[in-house]
């Protein structure tokens, strides 16, 4: 783990949302977590991004490993490459990094926020973006060995000017990366931008609002691909895993258990591990009993199914955190509810998500990483099959076309 220092541009003195930090830390395995977001997913790519990014850092760590050195104790970030052309590619992979974590840390969001930013048609276009509280934030990331940065600044200010025209978001951030290089060796630090002081920063249009509600959507309710922003949303509430109701209100939305991550699953799972109960009963001992739920406020998903998008930007839901020392439960105003209850202390939670729910999750993935899979079996719908017995393999009870 290495500290980075914060210089800010004399744009960020009137910020408010900046100037909170003068340095962060980043270990290595960070620089790969947050780096990885430089590769771009394939559009034929079903699963959701984020998990795809994330099935790919092992192979940047084999790629891009000995290229990358960090010294803690003398506090050194180093570009290890001689080949200019190399050395621009993981310059910019290192820029990356501590671009986004120091937004992760600085806007206080979660990692799997970011988006890339498609190319326009014409004019220049920053990095990535986000949203938080129905504001849409962007960022560009550079990073380099060099101790001049002029150039750098300049491009930025360029393409937030050609962005600004393109669209209007809440605030546009430009970092700048230095570190050193094969021979030479500087303080590793990161330079901010703010705006320049004339754009105006402004909340997100209906078509944005619509698509940071959606983003949550797609971690609860389905998979990327079947989320394809449309002309008319039409969200169906029975597809949703189970709602948690808090004074009155509904918030719909999904399930989690530290016991299925993948990470825990596969340090857990030994040649002694036979079954998926004894597997369930390992995981309960090492980890214990942690549940999630994500949420989103029933009325966010009436007002998307009217097509009422003006109505979002009024919606605010009551601000509210709780907590106690088995449960927090936190609503932010934008009607996103987040629940965390240890030891299975929260009766709504335990009814709707029980152990049994718990182990029977498990057990399909135990079926994917044993590659046990089956026939579906379900009669087919579809006009040349219909009626026939479906033939494709899934790890589930039914395939994703008859569940």
Request: net charge positive; aromatic share 12%.
């Amino acid at each position: 783990m290495i500290k980075i220092k914060i210089q800010y541009d004399s744009s960020c003195s009137s910020s408010n949302e900046l100037n909170k930090l003068d340095e962060y830390e980043i270990t290595r395995g960070e620089i790969f977590r947050y780096g990885v977001y430089s590769l771009e997913v394939p559009s034929h790519i079903a699963d959701k991004e984020y998990d795809y990014l994330q099935s790919k850092i092992p192979a940047l760590e084999i790629l891009y490993e000995d290229y990358i050195e960090m010294d803690e104790r003398g506090n050194i970030l180093r570009n290890k490459c001689a080949d200019d052309r190399l050395q621009k590619i993981i310059s910019e992979f290192i820029g990356i990094s501590l671009g986004l974590k120091f937004a992760v840390i600085n806007f206080e969001i979660n990692s799997n926020r970011f988006k890339k930013i498609n190319a326009p048609v014409d004019g220049k276009y920053l990095d990535y973006s986000w949203n938080k509280e129905k504001k849409e934030y962007e960022i560009e990331t550079k990073g380099t060995v060099s101790s001049s940065i002029s150039g750098f600044k300049s491009d930025i200010v360029k393409k937030k000017g050609d962005s600004q025209k393109l669209k209007s978001v809440h605030l546009r951030v430009g970092s700048i990366a230095k570190f050193s290089g094969h021979s030479k060796t500087q303080i590793p630090l990161l330079y901010v931008m703010d705006d320049p002081p004339s754009f105006k920063n402004i909340e997100p249009d209906e078509k944005d609002i619509v698509k940071y509600y959606i983003e949550h959507l797609s971690f609860i309710y389905d998979n990327a691909y079947y989320n394809k922003l449309k002309k008319r949303i039409k969200i169906n509430k029975e597809k949703f895993y189970s709602y948690y109701e808090y004074k009155g209100k509904k918030y719909y939305g999904e399930f989690f258990d530290r016991r299925l991550n993948k990470e825990n699953i596969v340090k857990n799972k030994t040649e002694f591990e036979r079954t998926v109960n004894t597997l369930f009963n390992k995981l309960t001992r090492n980890i214990g009993k942690v549940k999630y739920f994500i949420g989103i406020n029933e009325t966010i998903i009436d007002i998307l199914n009217s097509g009422r998008r003006n109505v979002l930007k009024e919606f605010k839901d009551e601000k509210l955190y709780r907590e106690t020392k088995n449960l927090i439960i936190s609503i932010q105003e934008d009607g996103i509810l987040y629940l965390k209850a240890n030891f299975s202390k929260d009766k709504q939670v335990e009814r709707k998500f029980a152990e049994k729910d718990v182990k029977a999750r498990l057990a399909i993935l135990w079926n994917m990483e044993s590659g046990n899979s089956h026939e579906c079996g379900e009669p087919c719908r579809s006009r040349q099959k219909r009626g026939k017995r479906c033939e494709i393999k899934t790890y589930r009870g039914a395939c994703h076309f008859h569940r």
